[in-house]
């Protein structure tokens, strides 16, 4: 079946990086974009970046810019996100998603997520 | 960027009840490039509604999504007790797509 499923939970100190994965399966990889939102504790859900499986190229929200990398190796059918100079409140669950259209970009409904990494800064 | 307000903040119902959620934009959404998410505590987010009114796969027809330019509805038509959650809806027309804040939909 179609899923994603993501790394495991992670405690950073401030000022260190973390990289996430999600592996994709059940789906043709490189004909749908990836997302990614995280969402902080008690709080609502907040889009981070996209990134192209097949061509690699990604947009970021622009409070993101320069802070956040996303990156794929088709080979395994995974997608990373990394976020370096960790900040007390970027403590959250940090969630991929795939693009529902296949096309739309940089914007899309997202049909499925993965189960959502806890990442404690602290 | 297009602000999505929600609203109420909160409904408490009763299970077999009708549920109606409103998320209103800033500006029209483009091709009504609207999409709702139910968020149950814990889970991931699940995508409900996409395009102001198509049902994703799986989601049972008591869901129905309606509206257009900066209006648009959410309705569960009876409530069932996995329907008691936080919604959310989502516009992606423009190159920053945005998030209301959610609705809380709780028992009574």
């Known amino acids: 079946q179609v899923q994603l499923v993501q790394s495991g939970a992670e405690v950073q100190k401030p000022g260190a990086s973390v990289k996430v994965s999600c592996k994709a399966s059940g789906y043709m990889f490189t004909n749908y974009l990836m997302h990614w939102v995280r969402q902080a504790p008690g709080q609502g859900l907040e889009w981070m970046a996209i990134i192209h499986p097949g061509g690699g190229s990604a947009a970021y929200a622009q409070k993101f810019q320069g802070r956040v990398t996303v990156t794929r190796d088709t080979s395994t059918t995974t997608v990373y996100m990394e976020v370096t100079g960790l900040r007390s409140d970027d403590t959250a669950v940090y969630y991929c998603?795939?693009?529902?259209?296949?096309?739309?970009?940089?914007?899309?409904?997202?049909?499925?997520w993965g189960q959502g990494t806890v990442v404690t800064v602290s | 960027e297009i602000v999505l307000t929600q609203s109420p903040g909160a409904l408490s119902l009763s299970p077999g009840e009708r549920a109606t959620l409103s998320c209103r934009a800033s500006q029209s959404v483009r091709n009504g490039y609207l999409a709702w998410y139910q968020q149950q505590p814990g889970r991931a987010p699940r995508l409900l509604i996409y395009d102001a009114s198509s049902r994703a796969a799986g989601v049972p027809d008591r869901f129905s999504g309606s509206g257009s330019g900066t209006d648009f509805t959410l309705t569960i038509s009876r409530l069932e007790p996995e329907d008691f959650a936080v919604y959310y809806c989502q516009q992606y027309s423009t190159s920053t797509g945005t998030i209301g804040q959610g609705t809380k939909v709780e028992i009574k």
């Open positions: 998603a795939r693009g529902q259209s296949g096309i739309n970009w940089p914007s899309d409904a997202l049909d499925i």
